[in-house]
């Protein structure tokens, strides 16, 4: 097998999945915050929690403006720190009550977009899908 024909595949799947992405969430966005904030939230969301390093590290956003905008989150009443019991040296970032609702109505329209792409596909092609789906988190994500 070519794996740099592999590798020119991937980055065009990549590539595509990034154009997806901004189109499943366009208009689910909120516009109370701004999208790196948003994109802080989703984080949390995909994960349940998250430190400040994790979100720095995953979102490639430097420690003092990772700070700032959980602050402003904060603020705002959609995410809350919570003390590690075991090292209070460490802190999660979580959602506060508002913020999982803002955050489940968004993904109840990027879920109902996604579904309206997969719409006409017959299950043994969804069925291809989600194994498609599996493949790639067992071996490249």
Known sequence: MDNSL???QFVKFTA???EVTHQLTKNNRPTDITSVQYSIMEHI???????LSEIS???YISMPN???EIKKLTEKGLLKKVENKDDR???SISFTIE?????ETVFAGIEANFHSRIKDLPDHELEKVREAIDL????IF
């Open 6 to 8: 592999l590798f020119r």
């Open 16 to 18: 595509s999945v990034h």
């Open 45 to 51: 969301y995909v994960n349940q929690s998250a430190t």
């Open 57 to 59: 590290d995953c979102l």
């Open 66 to 68: 990772t700070s700032r």
């Open 89 to 91: 040296r460490k802190q």
């Open 99 to 103: 913020g999982q609702k803002k955050l």
């Open 136 to 139: 790639l988190e067992k071996y």
